[in-house]
């Protein structure tokens, strides 16, 4: 069975400018998960998406933060305009139901850098 | 808002000695869930608690889950260089879920 897949793997960009994450989740995996991670610390959980339906993005900073997952399959997070402190690895995670005792399923994460 | 501490923040053991983490919520847990992040990696699951009281094993590792439902622990037996990692709790109340800010575990052969 295929993970969840995630591109890029590495961004380097500077302040100001715009980015966009890609993922796609294990497939027939009804819930999407976006989290940020910083250096030293756990995954804060940023939007989940339940088929292509938001249930949370109260940690979301939609000033500069958005995603989509618009036909329920893979999503995408975009950054407009980055600041430093978004530098992070940036994790999709899946799971099959939605529900807080589901197992999620991490991809590799995309590690950006803001200089 | 939900208070979730887990300690320690780090550890260093040698090969074979044991470890244990402990996550401590201020508040009644529905579930606690732990996962796995190896250097560079992504979390990986390991187990979920639902029940008071509950203990379950893995090999190596026993998690357990507090009578109030308000911490859980992870415990090692004669680590080896593989269970190097960081360790996370991560639980649920209400309607929110949380990531603990993680064990980093090194041992040291």
Same mark, same amino acid.
């Given at each position: 069975?295929?993970?969840?897949?995630?591109?890029?793997?590495?961004?380097?960009?500077?302040?100001?400018?715009?980015?966009?994450?890609?993922?796609?989740?294990?497939?027939?995996?009804?819930?999407?998960?976006?989290?940020?991670?910083?250096?030293?610390?756990?995954?804060?959980?940023?939007?989940?998406?339940?088929?292509?339906?938001?249930?949370?993005?109260?940690?979301?900073?939609?000033?500069?933060?958005?995603?989509?997952?618009?036909?329920?399959?893979?999503?995408?997070?975009?950054?407009?305009?980055?600041?430093?402190?978004?530098?992070?690895?940036?994790?999709?995670?899946?799971?099959?139901?939605?529900?807080?005792?589901?197992?999620?399923?991490?991809?590799?994460?995309?590690?950006?850098?803001?200089? | 808002?939900?208070?979730?501490?887990?300690?320690?923040?780090?550890?260093?053991?040698?090969?074979?000695?044991?470890?244990?983490?402990?996550?401590?919520?201020?508040?009644?847990?529905?579930?606690?869930?732990?996962?796995?992040?190896?250097?560079?990696?992504?979390?990986?699951?390991?187990?979920?608690?639902?029940?008071?009281?509950?203990?379950?094993?893995?090999?190596?590792?026993?998690?357990?889950?507090?009578?109030?439902?308000?911490?859980?622990?992870?415990?090692?037996?004669?680590?080896?260089?593989?269970?190097?990692?960081?360790?996370?709790?991560?639980?649920?109340? *209400?309607?929110?879920?949380?990531?603990?800010? *993680?064990?980093?575990?090194?041992?040291?052969?």
């Amino acid at each position: 069975e295929a993970g969840v897949a995630q591109s890029p793997r590495y961004k380097i960009i500077e302040k100001r400018q715009s980015v966009a994450f890609w993922c796609n989740p294990i497939s027939g995996h009804a819930t999407l998960y976006w989290y940020q991670q910083i250096l030293g610390q756990g995954p804060k959980l940023l939007i989940q998406f339940q088929n292509n339906g938001v249930v949370d993005d109260s940690q979301l900073p939609k000033d500069r933060f958005s995603a989509e997952r618009l036909k329920g399959v893979d999503s995408t997070l975009k950054i407009q305009p980055a600041k430093l402190e978004d530098s992070a690895v940036y994790l999709c995670a899946s799971s099959l139901i939605n529900g807080l005792a589901e197992t999620q399923y991490f991809g590799p994460g995309t590690r950006l850098l803001v200089l | 808002g939900q208070q979730v501490m887990q300690i320690p923040q780090y550890q260093h053991v040698q090969e074979g000695e044991d470890f244990t983490t402990y996550c401590n919520s201020s508040t009644t847990l529905s579930n606690i869930q732990w996962y796995k992040q190896r250097p560079g990696g992504h979390p990986v699951f390991l187990i979920q608690l639902v029940k008071s009281g509950e203990v379950k094993k893995q090999k190596r590792l026993t998690f357990q889950f507090g009578e109030a439902k308000k911490n859980s622990s992870l415990h090692i037996t004669a680590t080896q260089t593989t269970d190097v990692g960081t360790y996370f709790c991560a639980p649920s109340a *209400g309607n929110q879920f949380y990531f603990g800010t *993680g064990t980093s575990l090194t041992v040291i052969p």
